[in-house]
């Protein structure tokens, strides 16, 4: 099962690369979006609106999934990010990794890490 579960979240990139709302679909109403302790807002928000919201500080906001990595219920995706600041006009990139946890088909919870090697620790494949 857990490479169906790699196969819904490779989905969930796709549905955003294709500006489909079919990722909504995959996920749980309630989705737990887990931001790190170093992030602006830390903390957990809920639902799939938790997606679209930090988006708007940025003109552009690309997310380039590198590998997705099978973890059981669970899935990492290390990712190359690039960004355009919106009121600065400055452009960034980055590497993020991110733990996503799967449950009856669906995405339940959503953990992003500034550091890939965070997210593969997270998901207990690395000390």
């Known amino acids: 099962m857990s490479q169906e579960n790699v196969e819904i979240v490779r989905s969930i990139y796709r549905a955003w690369e294709e500006h ?6 995959l996920m749980d109403s ?6 790190p302790d170093d992030a602006v807002e830390a903390g957990t928000i809920y639902g799939p609106d ?3 919201k930090w988006r708007s500080g940025y003109e552009r906001f690309d997310i380039t999934p590198r590998e997705f990595i099978d973890a059981g219920d669970e899935v990492v995706v290390i990712a190359a990010v690039r960004a355009l600041g919106q009121a600065s006009g400055m452009e960034t990139q980055w590497d993020q990794g991110y733990v996503w946890t799967i449950q009856d088909g669906i995405a339940v919870r959503f953990r992003w890490f500034n550091d890939s090697g965070k997210a593969l620790e997270a998901a207990g494949l690395r000390e």
């Open 30 to 35: 309630n989705i737990a979006y887990v931001n």
């Open 50 to 52: 938790s997606f679209t």
């Open 20 to 25: 489909s709302h079919r990722w909504r679909e």
